[in-house]
């Protein structure tokens, strides 16, 4: 194929993947379209939110008795639970008051709750008061009158017209100021009160005399008059589309404009707030109609009472943060031509002109508990106890005993309990429609809700989602108490129709494949196409003034990159010292930065050992190595804490980094780069897959603070050492410096253990008195951990080595094997050290191997003879006990966690609290603080999902394949790959019951191994 045909071809490719990227755009955005205003998860309890949606305007208080008392009963018997009745201020308002009282009796008498609208007087076009606090003095009598059987005020209405802000421009801030004085009032008389702001009007106007309703709400939250008000409210008229009109724009007028003032509140912090429709509907003039025309569009009767019931099933089903839904209206107080009497239910000789006055206007029948948040209620028919439950209304439900259990009607996909969690030993076993919930952990009695705190130094409601995904309509669910009371663990219930988006998940993933696919192959196949020459053909079409524009850039460049060179001869004299004197002055310069506690000392000792790393970058390489296992012991700097080896870690990066721009390495740095850039091993892929999905899965870890520091200290500072270890040029005496660095890191560890453990300081006691040797860590398992993996490579090099180097390295694994057996290590003894060693010891001698592990396995047997005749160690020393229980009952308790989460897993270092929290099973109670599954392929799973598990398997498999040829082909490096292999089999050994790489250490030691492999294999190639 010519270079032209494969320009062609890789613009198509290139094209076909944009075209699959804009695709998965396009999927997003219809998305977005249809489940915009629906919460992505299970809701809580929303302030100033109500039981029923369903509620209606009336303007009766100009009806006689018999007139009204009728209307109301037949508004009650349609299914309606709330009527709004305005109550005007003004000349006058004392009159309207025992008419008020009146129709308060009559809806009352019929189970209906009234809201009444505290608004202006018509009759001066609803002015505002020039003094907010006559109004509120007005109101605060009101509410003494009518407190005790009223729960909800609105306060005044369409602020945001001026034909009702008495001709005025509107003013937000001047509302907000009556709002302020009203709540005062209100609440001093009736503290329990719910006070709904004005309904807006909707309005595409920016003023002055009329304000956008999405304009004027956020100008009340910018004023800070949140403060004044439970709910907010708008009037999501349907206008000329019905409510599945999914469009929500500024410049669109239509039933979901509630979703964009929705958006507005959460944009200011105001998401826990209901959000109520003061009115809304759609309007159908009679046939026949001669009097003005309507503003708010037009249907006709069937279709109006079918959109109100479509309405008000949407708001149940996908809004559980709406309110009230006030339908407008029974009957207008309006003259014969006036359009409002399109909304009217009733004629002007009140008979019905709607079936929304035959049926309920929502659902049919019963209606259990709606989507959205219920508190504990012994009363209510769609919840039944059994036992000695106990209720408070400001806490919930408790249980008296093991056994009490609770039945809940629910509608909904999604269903979930609101609890107290603590520092408490407490389930609740939860079971839906029969069925263990599928959304909570199982064991063999049920599905179980873990009641312990993830972080046990907290006592918190939370909510937990307990069953997803069911089919829509009424559900049942029980819940049965195991421990727990005195805790008030009930706190409510919660559900919801969430809308399941696997489907666009899926499609959205293939789509994403195939762009990166098609990506991949326009590279590919662009490689060939011959793209400089046509780049150069192109720069000479580009003119002269082009063509200054890139000289110029070039030559700034190149003006940078002298200026700084300065640097680099100030560097000679050090050199020249040779390699001894010039790594104990960077391991003073080291030393001497760790441990001063002075801050100048620290700056200039600091700005020395980072001057040393730039002279010699493989000395800085070898400190990372030995300075992993303390990253326990962090220094303090400028209020924060780092560890010693992420600090060298970020001054060799720097200094490589400086080292590429000056080029002053040309021999040593640029060449290596390039090697390492043109032959990319699978290995180098395989490490760069893990980081890239471990920045991914932050993306989806629930506790994003531990994530990104796990993943700048375990995956991205290694990830860095490895890539330094492959980018900059180790011959064979510096590669084994980074050996060196790595085994008196672990002597250090051993001997310090050894010595602590002599004068009875830094154990653990374990079961029968046994203690348990510690050295640096917190845990005795860390120093089995660590030194396994340094015994192999002490091993290698003390019976294949040669010089004083074999002699150091095999005195080093004295101690070193004796701190292993003194931590008392079951992982390590048991299974890290006999794999690690054993490779050697088969790599060593071949065939002739077997002689020496049969003497070997012999000996080892004998030693757990009498070991478990010891009573102090016989737990330590087999493969049972309570250990092994936990360790089982941890397996279990990930696996549930990966099959809640086996895309993406919990996230990196979220084990603990998913943990602790959700999945520990009961029967592990005594020992919840378990930050890892204790399984390698458990924990890649767990913290970076089937992908990560795959970029796992992937370094594995083609490390083993870089070290099987390595030990093969080797001759003057077998030592040192022979340790390394060693090294690994026992992370891979011990990574069966404990940790293998998400500890900083072992992510050091891990990297280093690898990068070692490849750098060996890489020079191998090269002879």
């Known amino acids: ?169 509107v003013n937000p801030a001047k509302y907000a100021a009556m709002l302020a004085a009203v709540h005062d009032a209100i609440t001093a008389a009736d ?86 429709a003061g009115n809304f509907g759609w309007n159908a003039l009679p046939e026949g109609w001669t009097g003005r025309a309507s503003i708010w569009g037009q249907t006709d009767v069937e279709a109006q009472a079918s959109y109100t019931r479509a309405a008000y099933q949407r708001a ?78 400001t806490y919930g439900a408790d249980v008296s005993q093991s056994g009490d259990r609770v039945r ?48 046990r130094s907290a006592n918190e409601v939370a909510m937990v989602p307990v069953a997803r995904r069911l089919s829509p309509g009424r559900h049942t669910a029980e819940i049965v108490a195991e421990r727990g009371w005195d805790q008030w663990a009930l706190v409510g219930y919660t559900a919801a129709n969430l809308p399941d988006e696997r489907g666009f998940h899926w499609a959205a993933g293939l789509l994403g494949v195939a762009a990166v696919g098609l990506a991949a192959a326009a590279v590919w196949t662009g490689r060939a196409a011959d793209w400089p020459r ?82 010699r970058l493989d000395l800085g390489l070898a400190l990372i190595a030995l300075s992993a296992p303390f990253y326990v012991y962090p220094k303090p700097l400028a209020g924060y804490r780092f560890s010693m080896v992420e600090m060298v870690t970020l001054m060799t990066l720097a200094a490589w980094v400086i080292d590429a721009i000056l080029g002053t390495r040309r021999k040593t740095f640029q060449p290596q780069v390039r090697e390492a850039l043109s032959s990319l091993l699978p290995l180098d892929w395989a490490v760069a897959a893990l980081l890239l999905i471990a920045t991914l899965s932050l993306l989806f870890a629930e506790r994003l603070d531990v994530a990104t520091n796990e993943w700048r200290m375990v995956v991205l500072e290694p990830g860095v050492f490895y890539l330094l270890l492959r980018t900059i040029k180790l011959g064979e005496k510096r590669r084994w410096r980074v050996a060196d660095g790595f085994v008196l890191g672990g002597l250090v560890v051993a001997v310090l253990g050894l010595v602590w453990y002599a004068a009875g300081s830094h154990v653990i006691t374990a079961e029968g008195g046994l203690p348990r040797l510690r050295s640096i860590y917190g845990s005795p398992n860390n120093v089995g951990l660590y030194l396994g993996r340094v015994a192999p490579l002490l091993l290698a090099v003390a019976v294949l080595g040669s010089g004083r180097r074999r002699w150091l390295y095999g005195l080093a694994l004295l101690p070193t094997l004796a701190a292993v057996a003194l931590s008392f290590s079951k992982g390590a003894i048991l299974l890290g050290l006999p794999v690690g060693l054993g490779l050697v010891v088969i790599l060593w001698r071949g065939r002739r191997a077997a002689a020496v592990l049969g003497g070997l396995a012999v000996l080892a047997l004998i030693g757990l003879l009498i070991g478990s005749r010891i009573p102090a160690l016989a737990d330590r020393l087999t493969l049972g006990g309570a250990t092994t229980d936990f360790r089982v009952s941890l397996w279990k308790a990930s696996l549930q966690m990966i099959g809640d989460h086996p895309w993406t897993g919990v996230g990196l270092d979220n084990f603990l609290y998913a943990y602790r929290g959700t999945y520990i099973r009961p029967e592990a109670w005594q020992e919840p603080n378990l930050s890892h599954p204790h399984n390698l392929v458990l924990d890649y799973w767990v ?75 890489q020079s191998a190639q090269q002879e």
Request: proline share 7%; aromatic share 12%; glycine share 10%.
């Open 1 to 169: 194929m010519s270079p032209a045909h494969r320009r062609y071809l890789s613009s198509l490719l290139a094209a076909l993947s944009l075209l699959a990227f804009l695709s998965i755009a396009g999927l997003a955005a219809r998305q977005r379209l249809l489940t915009r205003g629906i919460p992505g998860e299970l809701p809580g309890p929303f302030a100033g939110g109500a039981d029923s949606p369903f509620g209606i305007n009336v303007e009766m208080l100009a009806w006689d008795n018999t007139a009204r008392e009728s209307a109301l009963a037949e508004i009650a018997t349609a299914g309606f639970h709330w009527v709004k009745q305005p109550v005007p201020w003004g000349e006058g308002a004392s009159e309207v008051l025992p008419e008020f009282e009146r129709l308060l009796d009559a809806a009352t008498g019929v189970g209906l709750e009234v809201v009444p609208r505290l608004d202006g007087d018509p009759a001066v076009g609803y002015a505002p008061p020039a003094d907010p606090q006559v109004f509120a003095a007005w109101v605060g009598e009101f509410a003494a009158l009518y407190g005790d059987r009223i729960e909800v005020y609105q306060v005044w209405d369409e602020p945001n017209l001026a034909s009702h802000w008495g001709g005025e421009p």
């Open 316 to 393: 149940i089903d996908e809004w559980p943060w709406s309110g009230v839904l006030f339908l407008e209206s029974y009957a207008p107080a309006a003259a014969g031509d006036d359009p409002r009497w399109g909304f009217a239910l009733v004629d002007r000789d009140l008979s019905p002109r709607s079936s929304l006055l035959v049926s309920a206007p929502g659902l049919d029948g019963g209606q259990p508990v709606i989507p959205g948040y219920q508190g504990p209620d012994p009363d209510s028919p769609y919840q039944t106890y059994t036992g000695e439950w106990r209720f408070r209304p």
């Open 943 to 1017: 913290r970076l999902g089937v992908l990560g598990l795959a970029a796992g398997a992937w370094i594995q498999l083609a490390y083993w394949r870089l070290a099987h040829h390595l030990v093969k082909v080797s001759t003057r490096d077998l030592a040192l790959a022979i340790g390394l292999v060693g090294s690994m089999g026992a992370t891979l050994a011990h990574g069966l019951v404990d940790q293998s790489y998400f500890l900083i250490d072992l992510a050091y030691a891990f990297m280093m191994a690898a990068g070692l492999v490849a750098s060996l294999h």
């Open 191 to 276: 503290p329990g009160a719910v006070i709904v702001a004005a309904a807006l009007a909707p309005t595409l106007e920016s003023g002055p005399d009329n304000l956008s309703d999405l304009d004027y709400l956020a100008a009340l939250y910018e004023l800070g008059a949140d403060a004044y008000f439970d709910a907010a409210a708008g009037k999501p008229y349907g206008f000329d589309t019905g409510p599945d009109d999914r469009r929500a724009a500024r410049e669109i007028l239509n039933f979901s404009r509630l979703v964009l003032l929705r958006e507005v509140m959460e944009q200011h912090g105001d998401g826990d707030s209901a959000l109520w």
């Open 408 to 455: 809940v009607e629910f509608e909904g996909t999604d269903f979930g309990l609101h609890v107290r969690r603590g520092d408490y030993r407490a389930y609740f076993y939860v079971a839906v429609d029969g069925r263990p919930a599928n959304a909570l952990p199982t064991d063999e009695r049920g599905a179980y809700l873990c009641l312990t705190s993830p972080d």
């Open 534 to 615: 046509w780049l150069q053909s192109f720069i000479g079409r580009l003119g002269d003034a082009g063509q200054l524009t890139v000289t110029a850039v070039t030559a700034a460049l190149f003006a940078l990159s002298g200026w700084l060179a300065w640097l680099h001869p100030a560097g000679g004299p050090l050199r020249r010292l040779g390699d001894g004197p010039q790594t104990l002055v960077l391991a003073a310069a080291a030393a001497l930065y760790y441990v001063s506690p002075w801050v100048l000392l620290n700056i200039v000792s600091g700005l020395a050992l980072f001057l040393l790393i730039c002279w």
